[in-house]
């Protein structure tokens, strides 16, 4: 699999930066989980991005990118760290709370398909016959899945569901924020510095509703939460958004999105290993499914996704 200058997805210089983003975002869900322990979910996400923050503005500066928006560019963060860093964030924290982190990982896998239609509704982007009969496919996959998380939790179906409508809103908010980031006056901004004040805009905003829901400040005094925090900040924030899209600028947006299928077979592994997810043939049918339908879907792609999306959390 080549792009057109011929680089490829399998040389070394590009795999290993692949499967690294891959393993990195695939733990952050069962990461994200152990942050749900004791402290309100959006005091861990305003901590976060304390971190992810510090670190993107210190990566911009290295990189030599000028590190103040103008009016406009401000609006563009802003934005964005509504649309992804706060509600993207605030509902996927929250859906974890119902049902477990691989199960949110695999919907998030789905989310090709929300930038595909705003993609071609907002950005005139194609879509093929062949992507809509994978999606088709990896959303009865995830039908199956759930069917299997009603049967096998201690969950009731509302929970369920409202762990299922949580995913739906975050995925609904980080494709909002990926199509926003494809527009022009997006593009024309310094893309770390960006991520950085957008961030910077999320810590304000979630600090702000954490005052307000949750009350003071609190944290949790584990070495694992505090090791959380920084993983999700600097691993899962600062080393792989660099990478990625790294990896579009040298083999295409259409095979860096191929992390979209490995990142939910790593949160499942995971899952398995520390939540007790347990497997039978529906499961496992509602797995290969998915992820089959994901691949033919990604593989009948016209059009590449918005060159700045945000693949996950």
């Known amino acids: 699999m080549t792009t057109s200058d011929g680089a490829s997805l399998w040389e070394p210089r590009n795999l290993l930066p692949?499967?690294?983003?891959?393993?990195?975002?695939?733990?952050?869900?069962?990461?994200?989980?152990?942050?749900?322990?004791?402290v309100p979910a959006q005091w861990s996400i305003t901590y976060r991005f304390?971190?992810?923050?510090?670190?993107?503005?210190?990566l911009a500066a290295f990189r030599g990118e000028r590190l103040v928006l103008d009016r406009k560019g401000q609006g563009w963060a802003l934005v964005l760290g509504v649309l992804q860093f706060t509600l993207n964030f605030t509902f996927v924290y929250n859906a974890e709370r119902f049902i477990t982190s691989g199960l949110v990982a695999v919907?998030?896998?789905?989310?090709?398909?929300?930038?595909a239609v705003l993609g071609r509704l907002l950005l005139g982007q194609a879509i093929t016959r062949a992507f809509v009969t994978g999606s088709c496919v990896a959303a009865v996959g995830v039908g199956l899945l759930f069917l299997q998380e009603w049967r096998a939790s201690p969950a009731t179906l509302t929970e369920v569901l409202l762990g299922a409508g949580l995913t739906v809103g975050g995925i609904l908010a980080a494709s909002f924020a990926n199509i926003a980031q494809a527009m022009e006056g997006a593009k024309r901004q310094p893309f770390l510095t960006l991520l950085a004040w957008s961030m910077l805009w999320g810590v304000g905003i979630n600090g702000a509703m954490a005052l307000v829901t949750a009350g003071p400040p609190t944290f949790d005094p584990r070495p694992s939460y505090l090791l959380g925090i920084v993983y999700l900040g600097l691993l899962g924030s600062v080393v792989t958004f660099p990478l990625y899209y790294g990896l579009v600028r040298k083999v295409g947006a259409g095979q860096a999105a191929y992390s979209s299928v490995i990142v939910p077979v790593v949160a499942m592994i995971l899952?398995?290993?520390?939540?007790?997810?347990r497997w039978d043939w529906l499961p496992a049918a509602g797995a290969v499914l998915t992820l089959t339908g994901m691949v033919v879907a990604l593989r009948g792609r016209k059009a590449a996704p918005p060159p700045r999306a945000t693949p996950e959390p």
């Open 18 to 38: 692949f499967l690294l983003v891959s393993v990195i975002w695939g733990g952050t869900w069962l990461v994200i989980r152990d942050q749900l322990a004791t």
């Open 271 to 277: 899952s398995t290993l520390f939540e007790g997810y």
């Open 107 to 115: 919907m998030f896998a789905l989310l090709v398909v929300p930038n």
């Open 50 to 58: 304390v971190v992810a923050a510090a670190g993107m503005f210190l």
